[in-house]
């Protein structure tokens, strides 16, 4: 196997870059690839999540749902979330996917799905009660949603009134422009995506309606009451209300008729009039899809099956090291401009030193890249029959930018030393420092619009922001004297700074930037602290330890993690500019997952497998009950949950002997009154 830290920090690095990309994508409308390559680089890192479970203690990938919605228009929130949709590449994906649901359901027959092409466009959402429609709102962060109802409305496609229809129902689908009509006004926009993002984010509705906007219904947020048992007869129920239906959508029974299905839509695909860029397997039984439910920003019954990527030859002219926010030295290859998939690219990445040298990458080589969803590509392969006589092997720097030397460290869990050259200094190395300020204003940290990472350079270069607490008291004199910036620019920036200081404990823990705590291990530590005078404690050296020791027992929180908090807030620097921080905001508690649920401020664990469902199901409904999911017997523990296949033995008689409630599977089923 790979180096784990190599493979850990690799991981990392490209999912910052895919938050990047996705918003040009959704937040600016112009993305800067197209969807292929967007999803390109999730192929990368969902293929390295499959094949190795420890990153996902890292980052899930489904919690990269669009971007917030702008200050155009009103925000509404969504009855429910409109999430992303997690990705398959090749066969094997969906073999996964479809086991992670027969695992979940606890089911050993395939399930039915229904099929359908992946539109490339605008996700959007319509609301109607009493069939009249009330409104239609963007896709958004996934939460909120813009109010695009007068936009949505000029669409021809979208019906104003339905006959005979439940109470309350909204229809979710995607926004688009033929490729015919596109071809007509393509001097206005990058992409056809581009084209309808930019028309449905218009002020004047007048406007809107003078591009060809189209639209396909594919789904359902809230409905009452409920009509429909089957996906496909949720379709077919939409088309008689009057919504444009996908005439290539149909139910597959098996991984063979999946495969036949993608590879024929795959095939039909230059021959449509609208872009598709993979296909929906979505569970066909809404009462499994209910059950399944989803992670935190990905359903867990559907899936997109992506088409293949494009490709092209450059030669590389120069190579270049930049520096991470967590010190991580990455080469990035200086390419010939070159076209690819519509898109001019120059920049290659080569992700680590390892990585040189085992494809044996040189300046002045004719490589092969592939556009993997963000502005930097990656590079597949060199062409060594075209490799100058006078080609020389490059040489690895082995000092920071900052000038500090760079070292490769030695994973906990598998002791081999990581690919990774890194610098070690933090704070103290400008490079990194600038590069931790990105991270925090960044979406899924504190969200500052208008503060992206072109300002920050700037504001750095003019010593306007050194440190995250720098960024609360900017100096808005000397900005205004700055080219670009005019009243509206500077007060919508000052806004956005303002709300950003109300922040929950766990989008704090994750924005500071701690190795190896991505969101999810926010939320988990968040959730163990509650209070932000609490985590305050980790300054203090002597209660660190014990806290450090407590975090142990928590499910998903390993020796990894615990190891980069200490190594963290050991550090003074780091001790400094976090409290620093802390006292311009207004960190808000943690909130109860439940009230009223059964297990409200208990630790639970479980142990052997389930009859009736799997230990995923049955963790995931323990916490809409308000419990805490522990890893490991101890004092601690309110309740250990025995399934009736295959219980661990040493944690029933641990559990017996601290005397902890032990629930057998029937008990509960019981409780759950299930």
Known sequence: ????????DEYK???????NLNKAYFDKDKPIVSDSEFDKLKQELINISKKYTFLKKIKDLSKIVGFKPSTKFEKVKHSKPMLSLGNAFEKKDIIDFKKKISNFLNFKSDVQFS??????????????????LVFGLSRGDGIFGENITENLATIKDIPKK????PEILEVRGEVYIGKKDFEKIKDKFANPRNAAGGSLRQKNSSETAKIPLKFFAYGIGEVKPKLFKKQSDLLKRLKTWGFPINELCETVNNTDEIEKNHIKLENLRSNLDYDVDGVVYKVNNLDFQERLGSTSNSPRWAIAYKFSSVKASSKITNIVIQVGRTGAITPVAKINPVTVGGVVVSNATLHNEDEINRKDIRIGDTVTIQRAGDVIPQVLSVDKAKRGKNSKKFIFPTKCLCGA????????????????????????CDFTAKEKLKHIVSKDAFDIEGLGKKVIDNFW?????????????????????????????IKNLQNAIDKSKNIMLDKFIFSIGIRHIGQENAKIIGNFFKKSKHFSELFNDKKRAKILQNLEDLNGIGDTQIRSIED?????????????????????????ISQNGVFINKNIMFTGGFEKMSRSEAKAIAEENGAKILGSVSKKLNYLVIGN??????????????????????????????
């Open 1 to 8: 196997m790979k180096n784990k830290k190599k493979i850990q």
């Open 13 to 19: 690095k490209k999912v910052n870059r895919l938050i």
């Open 115 to 132: 099929a359908e092409p992946k539109i490339d466009g605008i996700s959007s959402t319509l609301r109607y009660e009493k069939g009249d």
């Open 162 to 165: 339905l006959l005979d229809p």
């Open 405 to 428: 030397i760079t070292k490769k460290e030695t994973s906990i869990t598998t002791k081999k030393i990581d690919a990774v050259r890194r610098c070690l200094k933090g704070y103290e």
């Open 461 to 489: 270069n003019l010593n306007l922001i050194k440190t995250p607490a720098d960024i609360f008291r900017l100096d808005y004199l000397k900005i205004r004297k700055l080219e670009g910036w005019g009243e509206l620019s």
């Open 568 to 592: 963290f807030f050991s550090n003074k620097k780091n001790s400094e500019i976090i409290q620093s921080l802390m006292l311009v905001l207004n960190i808000k508690d943690m909130q109860k």
């Open 645 to 674: 296949s295959k219980p661990t033995k040493k944690k029933i008689e641990k559990a017996k002997e601290l005397k902890i409630n032990i629930m057998t599977e029937e008990n509960w089923y019981k409780l759950l009154n299930r």
